[in-house]
């Protein structure tokens, strides 16, 4: 929770003194977002063989 207040205070001075405008911001944001989560998707623990189930 800290660190989403922190992140969003982040953003708000970033965008609130001008130093990057709103929009390529937001797809920022959703770019990097995506790639972690497919990052995630692939390295994670369900990709190991070993967690499969058999069967």
Do not use: Y
């Amino acid at each position: 929770m800290v660190a989403l207040a922190a992140n969003s205070l982040l953003n708000q001075a970033a965008v609130g003194a001008g130093l990057i405008e709103a929009l390529p911001f937001a797809v920022i944001r959703v770019v990097t977002g995506a790639a972690v989560l497919w990052a995630m998707t692939r390295v994670g623990p369900g990709r190991d063989k070993r967690f499969r189930r058999c069967g």
